[in-house]
């Protein structure tokens, strides 16, 4: 079991068979000293299933989210999110050499993610944050290191999945001057420039071989040795890593190090992809529909009950990502102050192709433009009655080719 109490994370083994008595007092065998704690709080029993009983409790206990009858126990499971009081337990898997594997299911314990987001933030401990592609990993990263006590450091992130593996090195360790062909000077690695901050390590699981080497001697040591140097150089960085792979089948079949993944993997986190957590719609919506119209200098237009319907029933492949662009697009093709169903376009577009319900009209006035203003854009937006920026956002959403600008 993994105890996260007001600053610290413990890893606590349960017995093969038998019973594990929690609370604040002297006679229970995990002791807790919270006040939200009740002297004799709960009891794990263990046999052919792991279960959970409230001895009556003050505050009580809750399992994923639901408050227990006391003294009727509650069979358990993997992943299992257990409150008692204000401190959070999280049933794991006992092969783990290390605090890992704690999940925060999706759907309805959404919420309970954002509760344990800042007693993680405080823990200080490593993070793996797993989900779909889009799913919203960098935000959670982001929002853990705004929690922390590192805060006030720099956040730096890197994604290891775009940067081509002849520089991954260098710009992760760094270099010294003339290391390889082209460097002129010495540079610090991105895990320098994050010293008593937050590196955040996005698709990690594309990480090389040879990098996951000499991630991992980072990780024991706290020390970085740039490429071409011979002096390490002390850091204190959080590390944060984010996957879409699953990087317990990539250890079994010899692409990732298990060595590396347990010590990035102090606790995971789960994220669920957006078709679980439409609750979240509206306010992600209105989020995306605000920072559009800020962007274009106009008010915020209202989303009409059936875009949100709309938007409710549609799969999201794309997750988080795909409904920003959803959004960005009705704003930027609106012409009304509320966003309709026929504003929203959910297909990936092919050049130049007209997205499916987006007006007609529109493309063929914005063509007529350029026409006349013999592919000025400048001028075209004048004629229209719109910003250039407006327009080449307009042209980008309708498939429209950005003419390209002759040459003598």
Request: glycine content about 12%.
């Amino acid at each position: 079991m993994v105890v996260l109490g007001e600053g610290e994370v413990r890893l606590v083994p349960l017995p093969e068979r038998g019973e594990l008595r929690i609370g604040r007092g002297d006679d229970v065998d995990l002791r807790i000293d919270h006040d939200s704690v009740s002297r004799r709080h709960a009891r794990v029993r263990v046999g052919a299933d792991i279960a959970i009983e409230d001895l009556g409790s003050s505050n009580g206990t809750r399992v994923g989210g639901v408050q227990l009858i006391p003294h009727v126990a509650k069979v358990l499971a993997l992943g299992d999110m257990i409150e008692l009081g204000d401190i959070t337990v999280v049933l794991h898997g006992r092969a783990a050499p290390i605090v890992s594997g704690v999940r925060v299911p999706g759907g309805p314990s959404s919420a309970s993610l954002g509760d344990l987001v800042p007693r993680i933030a405080r823990a200080g401990i490593n993070v793996l944050v797993i989900g779909e592609t889009g799913a919203g990993k960098e935000v959670m990263a982001r929002r853990i290191h705004a929690s922390s006590q590192r805060a006030a450091g720099p956040f730096v992130a890197i994604n290891c999945g775009a940067m081509p593996e002849a520089l991954l090195e260098s710009e992760l360790f760094g270099h010294e001057a003339g290391a390889f062909t082209g460097a002129i000077g010495a540079k610090p690695g991105i895990l320098e420039t994050a010293h008593r901050g937050t590196v955040f390590l996005d698709e990690v699981g594309e990480l090389p071989m040879l990098a996951q080497v000499k991630l991992l001697r980072v990780l024991e040591d706290r020390r970085v040795q740039r490429v071409g140097g011979v002096q390490p150089r002390e850091i204190d960085v959080r590390f944060l890593a984010a996957t879409h792979r699953d990087l317990r089948a990539d250890v079994a079949n010899g692409r990732f190090r298990e060595d590396l993944y347990y010590r990035l993997s102090g606790i995971t986190l789960a994220i669920p992809p957006l078709r679980e957590r439409l609750g979240e719609l509206p306010a992600l919506v209105e989020e995306f529909a605000m920072r559009a119209a800020a962007d274009l200098g106009r008010s915020v237009p209202s989303i009409s009950a059936a875009s949100l319907a709309r938007l409710r029933e549609h799969p999201w492949p794309g997750n988080i990502r795909e409904l920003r662009n959803v959004i960005e697009r009705a704003v930027v093709l609106g012409d009304g102050s509320i966003v309709e169903p026929a504003d929203l376009v959910f297909e990936a577009l092919a050049a130049g192709e007209s997205p499916a319900g987006a007006p007609m009209d529109e493309r063929a006035r914005i063509l007529g433009a350029l026409q006349a203003c013999a592919g000025n854009q400048t001028r075209a937006a004048e004629q229209l009655g719109i910003s250039r920026k407006t327009l080449g956002l307009k042209m980008d959403a309708l498939g429209i080719a950005r003419p390209q600008k002759s040459r003598p």
